[in-house]
């Protein structure tokens, strides 16, 4: 698939080919010409040193005729193998063009080294009028050497003449290149960049017109996009996902009236429930009927059998309210002592109970009939099926901005998987006894009443038992005294 980012991508290597290539020329026609340039600057400097030295030179046997001092000496010693060493570098400067010219050049430096050697020769001797003679021989041969140098410099410029006008030519050539190839490379950049903004914009403009008909509600319209890159993939997917939502319209459509069928039917359902309540006996009545029974038996000597009454009455008119209240965890800690004392009179040795509880921690607010469900499946679960029963630990912790509750029991346990399934809703287990209401209940009225997931763990090994974890938020319980 020929992608946006690949066209982008090859543009930009053209303009890179073509920058390099254009740094590259001038970067080899710069080399050459300073080169050149370097060549004829050289043998004009190499000249100019010569004569300088030879000037130079008079003047050091000057100073010596003067004064004959060995520093004095030292010094035309030292100018002398200067212009011996310049020698090499003005043979390297012959050409076909200036080859008498040069060769006379040096004969006349070594003959003004001579005759300077001669003068400071007659000067040791102390014959002056010579050594005066021999200097002012010296003096006319730099002088011929400055002639001369002036000569081979007029040659050389006739010489490289031709290089110069080539130099010049080459440039005014490489300034009308540059002319046309900056052109060259505009009108290239415009038609790639034309072409590659077409090539974006257009699907974009089809993709455009197409959501707002969806907008209105059309959703028969195709979208086509003939370019093979991300656009034509986007409208395919776009195409799809007007299909999808058709029939997603659709569908909510048929359940909206599949709701309102089984609203209706709900409708008849409770209005049959509530016939049904009214045919049953008034839970006042009972409660009233089971504490005068309560009461009989405790003047009657029985103790145990009047507390039982009463636990069952309280828990029976907890459990009556509606599951929709919120309670503090005290009032689940109460009811749920009342309803361990009924089952502990049920089962008892076969039942161990133990609680560790966080009394400062009881003012959280939490759904009605959380932790009793709970409780009633570790009982059906760990402790009813086993002979020797079971034990069941309760605790109530501080867990910062929560409050964390553990009920582990010593059960048979389950698998990991099970354990994921059954926080998910895929596995129903049995309903509590006292209550109606399963785990999968509490879970749910957990996560509406506080809008947060996760707040129900499950650790359990096959075989050791299991442990259920809630996380009661603090934070939801300063709102409310709010």
Avoid: C
């Amino acid at each position: 698939m020929n992608t946006i980012q690949k066209k982008i991508f090859s543009l930009i290597s053209v303009i890179v080919l073509i920058m390099m290539g254009i740094w590259i020329a001038l970067s080899m026609y710069i080399s050459q010409t300073h080169d050149q340039y370097n060549s004829i600057l050289q043998r004009y400097l190499v000249l100019n040193e010569v004569n300088e030295e030879s000037q130079d030179l008079i003047m050091d046997l000057n100073n010596y005729l003067y004064d004959p001092t060995s520093t004095n000496l030292r010094a035309i010693d030292e100018r002398e193998l200067k212009i011996q060493n310049m020698e090499n570098e003005i043979w390297n400067l012959g050409h076909s063009e200036n080859e008498f010219e040069l060769l006379n050049y040096i004969h006349l430096m070594d003959s003004l080294m001579e005759t300077v050697e001669r003068s400071i020769s007659l000067s040791n001797q102390e014959e002056s009028e010579a050594a005066i003679r021999e200097f002012n021989d010296a003096t006319r041969i730099a002088n011929y050497i400055s002639d001369t140098k002036t000569a081979l410099v007029e040659t050389e410029l006739e010489t490289y003449d031709v290089v110069y006008r080539g130099i010049i030519a080459r440039s005014t050539e490489l300034n009308r290149f540059g002319i046309w190839l900056i052109l060259l490379l505009t009108a290239t950049l415009v038609i790639f960049s034309y072409l590659l903004s077409r090539s974006i914009t257009r699907p974009i403009i089809q993709l455009t017109e197409a959501a707002n008909t969806l907008s209105k509600g059309d959703f028969n319209k195709v979208v086509t996009v003939h370019s093979n890159d991300e656009f034509d993939f986007l409208a395919k997917t776009f195409n799809r996902m007007r299909l999808n939502i058709n029939n997603l319209i659709q569908e909510i459509q048929e359940q909206a009236e599949l709701e309102k069928e089984l609203q209706d039917n709900k409708i008849l359902l409770q209005e049959s429930q509530f016939r049904s309540l009214q045919s049953q006996i008034n839970p006042h009545f009972l409660f009233n009927t089971l504490n005068t029974i309560s009461k009989k038996a405790y003047l009657e000597g029985s103790l145990q059998t009047s507390d039982m009454l009463v636990n069952v009455a309280d828990l029976l008119r907890y459990n009556l309210k509606s599951l929709d209240r919120s309670v503090t965890l005290l009032e689940e800690v109460t009811i749920l002592k009342r309803y361990m004392a009924i089952q502990k009179a049920r089962y008892t040795e076969r039942l161990i109970f133990l609680e560790d509880i966080d009394s400062s921690l009881l003012h959280v607010q939490l759904p009605a009939l959380t932790l009793q469900p709970i409780i009633e499946n570790a009982i059906i679960y760990s402790v009813e099926p086993r002979e020797d029963g079971g034990e069941i630990i309760f605790s109530v912790n501080d867990a910062e901005a929560y409050v964390r509750i553990d009920i582990e029991d010593d059960g048979p346990g389950m698998s990991e998987e099970k354990a994921d399934k059954l926080l998910k809703g895929l596995l129903v287990p049995k309903e509590g006894h006292s209550t109606g209401i399963g785990f999968i209940n509490v879970v749910k009225r957990m996560q509406l009443f506080f809008e947060a997931d996760n707040l129900i763990q499950i650790e359990s090994t096959l075989g050791k038992g299991t442990k259920i974890t809630l996380y009661i938020p603090k934070q939801r319980s300063l709102k409310e005294n709010a």
